[in-house]
């Protein structure tokens, strides 16, 4: 059994801390209710899917999987192992609804929860997988058994900063936001976190006492044709977040939404592509979004980004 098949088949113990219930649930990062039902086709939407296996080792030295858009079901689409059944359905139900209420506090903050949810999940495989590969290896890779590995380190700085302290206060206001609403459906669904420092890109990443600032984004297509479109970040990088804030409000919506496909297509993999979308790309259009998706490719690319949130 290789490394990676054996980290899957560990059993999770639901993230909400003192439940200790070990039947998790395969918890949606985008509602299969709403959005991914406005996008879908068929009962069908494109995602990233990560290549395993023999790619595991190459992935995780460029700091993430190798993947390639696929075609998924959407009661399988965008989906990950952190909550048992009650508190997947309790911690997310005032945005597992079809209309959301519009800057609300207590919204905002299960967005980001969910973001945040998915990202210590990946960064706990990440974990567990490089130490079954140090088992294996009997600790013979200098590359990876060098001192604490960057997911460790990663996985143990946001822990304290972000997951517990949600928990502990479960205090709305830790989380602040943008808020714009598109009125149309776009063809785009997505919930990540992206590192950034507040320039109007993104490029920026570094560390601030242990933490990474991470800003959530998510997409959010609804039922009465509008799309709902979150920025939200921890409390802590508010004064310099709301320089970003202010930089979005003063784009036009062309300029916004061309900004949010930049960021959802270099800077993620949570997100989910309408069938309707994804199936009138060219081959070259389909290529270029796959080789945005992997790091340390950003300098060798021969076509542009196509413009997929229209």
Same mark, same amino acid.
């Given at each position: ?29 985008? /509602? ?16 990233? /899917?990560? !290549?395993?296996?023999? !790619? ?7 700091? &993430?999987?190798?993947?390639?858009? #696929?075609?998924?079901? =959407? #009661? ?11 508190? !997947? ?24 929860? &969910?973001?945040? /949810? ?6 706990? !495989? ?43 206060? &479960? ?71 709301? =320089? ?7 784009? /036009? +919506? ?9 960021? =959802? ?10 069938? &309707? ?7 070259? +259009? ?25």
């Amino acid at each position: 059994m290789t490394a990676w098949k054996t980290v899957m088949s560990r059993r999770r113990t639901c993230f909400v801390p003192g439940c200790g219930e070990t039947c998790v649930v395969n918890s949606h990062l985008l /509602s299969a209710g709403f959005p991914l039902k406005v996008i879908q086709r068929k009962g069908f939407v494109y995602q990233l /899917s990560p !290549d395993r296996g023999c !790619d595991m080792r190459r992935a995780y030295q460029n700091g &993430r999987f190798i993947q390639h858009v #696929s075609k998924v079901a =959407v #009661s399988r689409a965008s989906v990950f192992n952190g909550f048992c059944n009650f508190h !997947d359905t309790q911690e997310f139900k005032h945005i597992d609804v079809a209309e959301l209420k519009v800057d609300d506090p207590v919204v905002v903050k299960e967005l980001y929860l &969910r973001s945040v /949810s998915r990202h210590m999940a990946i960064l706990e !495989d990440n974990v567990r997988w490089v130490e079954e590969v140090n088992r294996i290896s009997e600790h013979k890779d200098p590359q990876i058994t060098n001192g604490e590995t960057d997911p460790q380190l990663a996985y143990e700085s946001d822990l304290r900063r972000y997951w517990f302290p949600l928990w502990e206060s &479960r205090n709305p206001d830790l989380v602040k936001w943008h808020w714009r609403i598109i009125p149309k459906i776009l063809g785009v669904s997505a919930s990540t976190l992206y590192p950034m420092a507040g320039d109007l890109v993104g490029e920026q990443w570094f560390y601030n006492n242990g933490a990474r600032p991470l800003i959530s984004l998510s997409i959010i297509p609804q039922g009465n044709n509008v799309t709902h479109v979150v920025f939200a970040w921890w409390y802590e990088w508010d004064e310099l977040m709301q =320089v970003f804030a202010q930089k979005l409000d003063e784009l /036009s +919506e062309k300029e916004f939404l061309g900004l949010v496909n930049k960021i =959802v297509f270099t800077k993620s993999d949570g997100y989910c592509i309408s069938p &309707r979308v994804w199936e009138n790309l060219t081959r070259d +259009e389909r290529a270029a979004i796959e080789n945005y998706s992997q790091m340390d490719c950003f300098q060798d690319r021969r076509i542009g980004l196509p413009n997929l949130i229209v």
